[in-house]
T-cell receptor, first 112, second 112 residues
Framework: SAVISQKPSRDICQRGTSLTIQCQVD?????MFWYRQQPGQSLTLIAT?????????ESGFVIDKFPISRPNLTFSTLTVSNMSPEDSSIYLC?????????FGQGTRLTVV | ELKVEQNPLFLSMQEGKNYTIYCNYS?????LYWYRQDPGKSLESLFV?????AVKQEGRLMASLDTKARLSTLHITAAVHDLSATYFC????????????FGKGTKLTVNP
């Protein structure tokens, strides 16, 4: 299994500002995934973060808005840039092993 | 493009009753997950199904997978109030991509 620590767990931010979310895994993993869950909705993949290369973004998500870092095999950050109220969501990082796909505790972001 | 359809989206049932949640997916997959999410919480892994005919049970929940029909079911037996939550299925693309596509979720309410 994998234990994922994600922080902050929640934040309230002013529009126009940026927030960086951190995700730490207790073992080395090749890929880390960042998801967004809008209120009352399912999870949507934002991007896949590989160590040593640029993240791969899904349709509708761009690097300028959601820059990702992956400095090593146990850590990644997602920044939500120039925030607007529409960015209010839960953001989750995830890793997958053969046993399961594990999720961090999530970051509940409210933009005011 | 992999599409995942989950139904019903909302399910209200009485304690003691049985019911089934369905998860259909559109292309070949090599793994399927079921998750539980309580309000304001992250996702809790319930089951991983990897092969055709796989059946797993934990307490009052049983999951099965039919890869030929591209269908998974989550069966609830003798529901209790503690099972009230939102349940998601997530399907992995076959062939190397580790990306998961989630269903919209089933919000289950078990009434006394």
């Amino acid at each position: 299994s994998a234990v994922i620590s994600q922080k902050p767990s929640r934040d309230i931010c002013q529009r126009g500002t940026s927030l960086t979310i951190q995700c730490q895994v207790d073992s080395q993993v090749t890929m880390m995934f960042w998801y967004r869950q809008q209120p009352g909705q399912s999870l949507t993949l934002i991007a896949t973060a590989n160590q040593g290369s640029e993240a791969t973004y899904e349709s509708g998500f761009v690097i300028d808005k959601f820059p990702i870092s992956r400095p090593n095999l146990t850590f990644s950050t997602l920044t939500v840039s120039n925030m607007s109220p529409e960015d209010s969501s839960i953001y989750l990082c995830s890793v997958e092993t053969r046993a399961a796909a594990f999720f961090g505790q999530g970051t509940r972001l409210t933009v005011v | 493009e992999l599409k995942v359809e989950q139904n019903p989206l909302f399910l209200s049932m009485q304690e003691g009753k049985n019911y089934t949640i369905y998860c259909n997916y559109s292309t070949t997959s090599d793994r399927l997950y079921w998750y539980r999410q309580d309000p304001g919480k992250s996702l809790e892994s319930l089951f991983v199904l990897l092969s055709n005919g796989a059946v797993k049970q934990e307490g009052r929940l049983m999951a099965s997978l039919d890869t030929k029909a591209r269908l998974s079911t989550l069966h609830i037996t003798a529901a209790v109030h503690d099972l009230s939550a939102t349940y998601f299925c997530a399907v992995g693309l076959q062939g190397g991509s580790e990306k998961l596509v989630f269903g919209k979720g089933t919000k289950l309410t078990v009434n006394p």
